[in-house]
Protein backbone atom coordinates (compact mmCIF):
# COMPACT_ATOMS: atom_id res chain seq x y z
CA UNK A 1 0.00 0.00 0.00
CA UNK A 2 1.63 3.50 -0.46
CA UNK A 3 1.33 6.00 1.61
CA UNK A 4 -1.15 9.05 1.51
CA UNK A 5 0.39 12.05 0.75
CA UNK A 6 0.78 14.37 3.52
CA UNK A 7 -1.22 17.85 3.38
CA UNK A 8 -0.78 20.47 6.12
CA UNK A 9 -3.50 22.91 6.70
CA UNK A 10 -1.70 26.74 8.33
CA UNK A 11 -5.17 28.04 9.11
CA UNK A 12 -6.61 29.97 12.37
CA UNK A 13 -10.18 29.72 11.26
CA UNK A 14 -11.69 26.84 12.82
CA UNK A 15 -14.75 26.32 10.41
CA UNK A 16 -12.20 26.26 7.63
CA UNK A 17 -10.20 23.57 9.07
CA UNK A 18 -12.80 21.90 9.85
CA UNK A 19 -14.56 21.94 6.23
CA UNK A 20 -11.05 21.45 4.68
CA UNK A 21 -9.84 18.72 6.31
CA UNK A 22 -12.97 16.68 6.40
CA UNK A 23 -12.74 16.48 2.11
CA UNK A 24 -9.17 16.13 2.40
CA UNK A 25 -9.41 13.18 4.46
CA UNK A 26 -12.40 12.48 2.51
CA UNK A 27 -9.97 12.32 -0.46
CA UNK A 28 -7.38 9.99 1.26
CA UNK A 29 -5.07 12.31 2.56
CA UNK A 30 -3.12 12.55 5.70
CA UNK A 31 -3.99 15.99 6.95
CA UNK A 32 -2.30 18.18 9.96
CA UNK A 33 -3.62 20.96 11.01
CA UNK A 34 -1.34 24.18 12.69
CA UNK A 35 -3.52 27.11 14.28
CA UNK A 36 -0.19 29.99 13.99
CA UNK A 37 2.67 30.54 11.55
CA UNK A 38 5.29 29.13 14.07
CA UNK A 39 3.55 26.20 14.35
CA UNK A 40 3.39 25.95 10.92
CA UNK A 41 6.99 26.41 10.19
CA UNK A 42 8.33 23.71 13.00
CA UNK A 43 5.62 20.96 11.73
CA UNK A 44 6.71 21.86 8.24
CA UNK A 45 10.35 21.02 8.85
CA UNK A 46 8.99 18.17 11.03
CA UNK A 47 7.41 16.44 9.05
CA UNK A 48 7.97 17.39 5.27
CA UNK A 49 4.16 17.23 3.92
CA UNK A 50 3.38 17.25 0.32
CA UNK A 51 1.52 20.11 -0.01
CA UNK A 52 0.80 23.05 2.51
CA UNK A 53 -2.62 24.92 2.62
CA UNK A 54 -1.48 28.25 4.11
CA UNK A 55 -3.10 31.09 5.27
CA UNK A 56 -1.60 34.67 4.96
CA UNK A 57 -3.56 36.24 8.10
CA UNK A 58 -2.24 33.96 11.17
CA UNK A 59 -1.30 34.63 14.78
CA UNK A 60 2.53 35.00 15.50
CA UNK A 61 4.13 34.90 12.06
CA UNK A 62 2.24 35.40 9.17
CA UNK A 63 1.72 33.12 5.79
CA UNK A 64 4.30 35.23 3.92
CA UNK A 65 6.97 34.43 6.86
CA UNK A 66 6.29 31.06 6.37
CA UNK A 67 6.42 31.39 2.90
CA UNK A 68 9.94 32.93 3.68
CA UNK A 69 11.26 30.88 6.10
CA UNK A 70 10.12 26.98 3.89
CA UNK A 71 11.99 28.74 0.77
CA UNK A 72 15.23 30.02 2.57
CA UNK A 73 15.46 26.24 3.74
CA UNK A 74 17.16 23.87 1.40
CA UNK A 75 15.17 21.16 2.73
CA UNK A 76 11.83 22.38 2.85
CA UNK A 77 12.45 24.61 -0.31
CA UNK A 78 10.84 22.07 -2.87
CA UNK A 79 6.99 21.78 -0.44
CA UNK A 80 4.20 23.46 -3.23
CA UNK A 81 2.32 26.18 -1.02
CA UNK A 82 -1.16 27.31 -1.51
CA UNK A 83 -1.83 30.64 0.03
CA UNK A 84 -5.55 30.72 1.20
CA UNK A 85 -6.44 34.69 1.51
CA UNK A 86 -8.58 37.75 2.54
CA UNK A 87 -6.58 39.91 0.65
CA UNK A 88 -7.17 40.45 -3.16
CA UNK A 89 -4.86 43.02 -3.17
CA UNK A 90 -2.62 42.74 -6.80
CA UNK A 91 0.48 43.65 -4.27
CA UNK A 92 -0.45 40.98 -1.83
CA UNK A 93 -0.74 38.29 -4.64
CA UNK A 94 2.72 39.48 -6.37
CA UNK A 95 4.54 39.51 -2.94
CA UNK A 96 3.08 35.50 -2.31
CA UNK A 97 4.46 34.86 -5.78
CA UNK A 98 7.61 36.57 -5.40
CA UNK A 99 8.23 34.60 -2.11
CA UNK A 100 7.41 31.40 -3.67
CA UNK A 101 4.03 30.32 -3.49
CA UNK A 102 3.02 27.73 -5.88
CA UNK A 103 -1.15 29.08 -6.15
CA UNK A 104 -3.68 32.15 -4.85
CA UNK A 105 -7.02 30.53 -3.04
CA UNK A 106 -8.91 34.21 -2.67
CA UNK A 107 -11.32 33.59 0.70
CA UNK A 108 -14.48 32.63 0.33
CA UNK A 109 -13.84 30.19 -1.81
CA UNK A 110 -15.28 26.41 -2.38
CA UNK A 111 -13.37 24.02 -0.45
CA UNK A 112 -14.12 21.44 -3.09
CA UNK A 113 -12.33 23.68 -5.65
CA UNK A 114 -8.93 23.57 -3.10
CA UNK A 115 -9.38 20.29 -2.97
CA UNK A 116 -9.27 19.66 -6.66
CA UNK A 117 -6.64 21.84 -7.12
CA UNK A 118 -4.16 20.47 -4.42
CA UNK A 119 -5.28 17.25 -6.50
CA UNK A 120 -4.00 19.04 -9.66
CA UNK A 121 -0.75 20.45 -7.76
CA UNK A 122 -0.29 16.53 -6.28
CA UNK A 123 -0.14 15.36 -9.56
CA UNK A 124 2.10 17.57 -10.98
CA UNK A 125 0.27 19.55 -12.62
CA UNK A 126 1.37 23.24 -12.14
CA UNK A 127 -0.13 25.89 -13.73
Do not use: H, W
Not at 44 to 71: E, H, K, N, Q, Y
Not at 74 to 80: D, E, I, S
Not at 99 to 106: K, P, Q, R
Request: hydrophobic share 45%; proline share 6%; charged share 30%.
Amino acid sequence: MTERPKVLIAEDEETIVESLSFLMEKEGYDVSIATDGQMAIAMIVRDLPDMVLLDVMMPGCDGFDVVRAVRENPQTRPVPIMMLTAKTREVDRRKGLELGVDDFVTKPFSTRDVVSRVKAMLAGDRN
